[in-house]
């Protein structure tokens, strides 16, 4: 089975662009989620999708979006970026059924703001 | 709002010896599930090994297992005989039903050959 792809790996852009990034999660499982990590604040999690609906949210801004289409793959966007967005973005699929199924992680896209 | 605590930024072990890492967990619920991800440097994060809270015996994985304290909040990972692949940042992490994941600041563990 293939894992959970990220695209692109690497990104930079300047201050006040905005960016997508993308997740396909393993086959079958519906769950998505995203977390931002970065040397400061770690990993924190910004939002999971089950079933193209937002079941969960972090603690962060409106700048940072999401959605997931009808084959569970999802996509983040952050708006009018800032210095600080630079980071680690992981996505993480799971099943995401009933009980609690571990997330398995992607390789990442590493953002850079410059 | 749930913390994970992991008060070890770094730590080594010599190859073949036994390691632990600790975490700490605050909480006021009673049905969780504890977790230990690793990181290597190629990004990627792999579940080492859960645990459910609701079961009393630790979780073990091969040469990874646990000591879950579930009163005392506290959820060590103890990896015996240390391969120099094992060399990784290693997360503890805490989730509810709600596939939240919340995670612990890391521990860097260099294995020495």
């Given at each position: 089975?293939?894992?959970?792809?990220?695209?692109?790996?690497?990104?930079?852009?300047?201050?006040?662009?905005?960016?997508?990034?993308?997740?396909?999660?393993?086959?079958?499982?519906?769950?998505?989620?995203?977390?931002?990590?970065?040397?400061?604040?770690?990993?924190?999690?910004?939002?999971?999708?089950?079933?193209?609906?937002?079941?969960?949210?972090?603690?962060?801004?409106?700048?940072?979006?999401?959605?997931?289409?009808?084959?569970?793959?999802?996509?983040?966007?952050?708006?009018?970026?800032?210095?600080?967005?630079?980071?680690?973005?992981?996505?993480?699929?799971?099943?995401?059924?009933?009980?609690?199924?571990?997330?398995?992680?992607?390789?990442?896209?590493?953002?850079?703001?410059? | 709002?749930?913390?994970?605590?992991q008060?070890q930024p770094e730590m080594s072990v010599q190859e073949a010896e036994t390691v632990t890492l600790?975490?700490?967990?605050?909480?006021?619920?009673?049905?969780?599930?504890?977790?230990?991800?690793k990181q290597p440097p190629?990004?990627?994060?792999?579940?080492?090994?859960?645990?459910?809270?609701?079961?009393?015996?630790?979780?073990?994985?091969?040469?990874?297992?646990?000591?879950?304290?579930?009163?005392?909040?506290?959820?060590?990972l103890?990896i015996?005989?240390s391969q120099l692949g094992d060399t990784a940042m290693y997360?503890?992490?805490?989730?509810?039903?709600?596939?939240?994941?919340?995670?612990?600041?890391g521990t860097r563990l260099t294995v020495k050959p």
């Amino acid at each position: 089975k293939a894992g959970v792809t990220q695209t692109p790996r690497y990104l930079i852009k300047t201050r006040g662009q905005q960016v997508t990034l993308s997740c396909s999660p393993i086959s079958g499982h519906r769950s998505v989620s995203w977390y931002q990590q970065t040397p400061g604040q770690g990993l924190q999690f910004l939002f999971e999708y089950f079933s193209e609906t937002q079941r969960n949210k972090g603690n962060f801004p409106g700048r940072f979006s999401g959605r997931q289409f009808s084959n569970s793959r999802s996509e983040m966007n952050v708006s009018t970026l800032e210095l600080g967005d630079s980071a680690l973005y992981l996505c993480a699929s799971s099943s995401g059924g009933q009980g609690v199924s571990p997330l398995h992680f992607g390789n990442g896209t590493r953002l850079t703001v410059t | 709002a749930q913390t994970v605590t992991q008060s070890q930024p770094e730590m080594s072990v010599q190859e073949a010896e036994t390691v632990t890492l600790s975490c700490t967990y605050d909480t006021s619920e009673n049905n969780y599930y504890l977790f230990w991800y690793k990181q290597p440097p190629s990004r990627q994060m792999i579940l080492v090994i859960r645990q459910e809270a609701y079961k009393q015996q630790n979780a073990t994985e091969n040469r990874f297992s646990v000591n879950f304290q579930k009163a005392a909040k506290s959820f060590s990972l103890k990896i015996s005989d240390s391969q120099l692949g094992d060399t990784a940042m290693y997360f503890c992490a805490f989730m509810k039903l709600s596939n939240d994941m919340r995670f612990g600041a890391g521990t860097r563990l260099t294995v020495k050959p």
